[in-house]
């Protein structure tokens, strides 16, 4: 089984690079995993995005710290069991922490989504803790379980995937927007990297235009962040795993500009 994980997707630029990458990696992956929080114009994900994204393959979408960025996003997790939220949400909010699919291969694949708690805003509960609840209710229902931590702290991520190593399929961390070169097979089989990166506009900081930012550096002033114009970047990581054993045996990084 060979899942194809996509990073960050960040308004219409990452949203043509997921056509153009999963179009190019054709035969390379049997299921496909995507953190969409920034999707819908750099912030959330609408519905029509969903069904675009949807429609262009993505087969489970996690999201994070701007979960609510789109209202319609509470309809979307109601009515669709691919859409998630972080499971160490406080509150009682609206989706799920977690979701079994069925690949088209007839494989059941579990995928959790958490949120870090060092230097984020949201209020979240520890999701060292969240994470062994929700293994708890997959490990006997599906034949693989993968992780998105969508954190700020690298510390947090790294520490994550030791936690989970041995316990789930695969680890991916999301939300910085910066690929990391860490990727790696963990002691027990866990297949781990510590931020995919994010799919959106090249020349940007953070997918947003880069003018913005460094003026709000300089002056300090408060300003509309516009997604980026420009070239497109496709970033993500292939995990093959062996359904047997539920352990990842290759990770390979992509890293793509269109």
């Known amino acids: 089984m060979r899942i194809l994980t996509i990073g960050d997707i960040f308004g219409r630029s990452g949203r043509d690079a997921v056509f153009e990458g999963l179009e190019r990696h054709k035969g390379e992956y049997d299921f496909v995993i995507a953190n ?15 069904e675009e994204l949807s429609n262009a393959g ?8 701007h979960t609510w960025g789109c209202p319609d996003v509470e309809n979307i997790m ?8 972080p499971a160490n949400f406080e509150g009682n909010l609206s989706g799920y922490g977690s979701t079994i699919v069925t690949s088209k291969n007839g494989i059941k694949i579990g995928v959790i989504n958490l949120i870090g708690r060092t230097y984020m805003q949201q209020a979240a509960s520890s999701p060292f803790f969240t994470a062994d609840s929700e293994i708890e209710k997959l490990k006997d229902k599906c034949d693989v379980i993968i992780v998105d931590f969508h954190a700020e702290a690298t510390s947090e991520k790294i520490a994550m995937g030791y936690y989970l190593d041995g316990k ?14 860490d990727l790696k097979i963990l002691q027990n089989g866990t297949g781990y990297i510590t931020d995919l990166g994010m799919t959106g506009p090249v020349t940007s900081v953070l997918g947003v235009d880069k003018n913005i930012i460094i003026n709000r550096f300089l002056d300090g ?17 292939i995990f ?19």
């Open 36 to 50: 969409g929080e920034n999707a819908s114009h750099g912030r959330g994900l609408s519905k029509p995005v969903y």
């Open 58 to 65: 993505i087969e489970v979408f996690t999201l994070g710290n």
């Open 78 to 85: 109601r009515y669709n069991n691919n859409v998630i939220r």
């Open 168 to 181: 789930v399929s695969a680890v991916f961390g999301t939300h910085t927007h910066v690929q990391t070169a």
């Open 221 to 237: 002033m408060p300003r509309k962040f516009v997604v980026a114009n420009g070239k497109s970047q496709f970033c993500g990581a």
């Open 240 to 258: 093959e795993i062996d359904e047997k054993t539920k352990k990842t045996i290759s990770v390979k990084r992509i890293y793509e500009e269109y």
